[in-house]
């Protein structure tokens, strides 16, 4: 069991790029998640999927898109990358009836 | 204000003393509660649940007090592995107990 995968593990991008996050998970979850981290403001609700086929915005949104392509893949991606999303980005999962969320490994993004 | 505020620290605690510390969190319709371990430039992994009751895992005890909405983790005998962030989160009743509300940390660091 792998648990929570992420891929890239870092990446660094110049502003106005493209890219995406892909996560996938093994545990056979209903809900996924996209987090960022940045010191000082602890982690922050991008986007979730409560089950396939739907996605909802959280905290802040604006910047991402998401795909819940299957029951295990959840990908994030930045159409065009500003320099504000410089950020450790962690993606996690839960099975439906519990709360503990099981977080991946992270992607260190820089925005230069 | 804030889901859940927590006091950053870092709190310095000496190999083998005892450290504590809480978080206050502001809606008294939050279900669930637990504490996270965060290693330095690692993902947040559970590191137990909050029951009404008080509950302990080993040398750590963990207590809720829903009248005072606040959450505390204690350490005893601290090691220097014990050196990691602690998130004190909640379930956010916004949500619907839906999503997780994360606080800052707590960072923890024994000295030798």
């Known amino acids: 069991n792998a648990g929570v995968t992420q891929t890239p593990k870092f990446q660094v991008l110049k502003t106005g790029q493209s890219m995406t996050l892909q996560c996938a998970q093994d545990?056979?979850?209903?809900?996924m998640y996209w987090y960022r981290q940045d010191p000082g403001m602890g982690l922050r609700l991008i986007y979730y999927?409560?089950?396939?086929?739907?996605?909802d915005k959280g905290e802040v949104p604006n910047g991402y898109n998401v795909s819940r392509l299957n029951k295990r893949e959840f990908s994030l991606r930045l159409e065009s990358a500003a320099p504000s999303q410089t950020s450790v980005y962690f993606c996690?999962?839960?099975?439906?009836?519990?709360?503990?969320?099981?977080f991946g490994p992270g992607t260190r993004l820089t925005v230069l | 204000r804030k889901e859940v505020e927590q006091d950053p620290g870092p709190f310095n605690v000496p190999e083998g003393a005892t450290v504590a510390f809480n978080c206050t969190y502001s809606?008294?319709?939050?279900?669930?509660f637990f504490w996270y371990r965060q290693d330095c430039r690692k993902e947040p992994k559970l590191l137990m649940s909050?029951?009404?009751s008080g509950n302990e895992d080993g040398r750590f005890t963990a207590q809720l007090n829903r009248a005072s909405q606040y959450i505390s983790l204690l350490i005893r005998d601290s090691k220097l592995s014990d050196s990691a962030t602690y998130l004190c989160?909640?379930?956010?009743?916004?949500?619907?107990?839906?999503?997780?509300?994360f606080g800052k940390g707590n960072q923890v660091v024994v000295i030798p």
């Open positions: 996690a999962s839960r099975r439906t009836g519990e709360y503990t969320q099981y």
């Open positions: 989160v909640v379930t956010s009743a916004f949500y619907g107990n839906n999503r997780l509300a």
């Open positions: 545990m056979n979850h209903n809900s």
């Open positions: 999927s409560a089950s396939e086929g739907t996605t």
């Open positions: 909050v029951y009404s």
């Open positions: 809606n008294s319709a939050s279900q669930s």
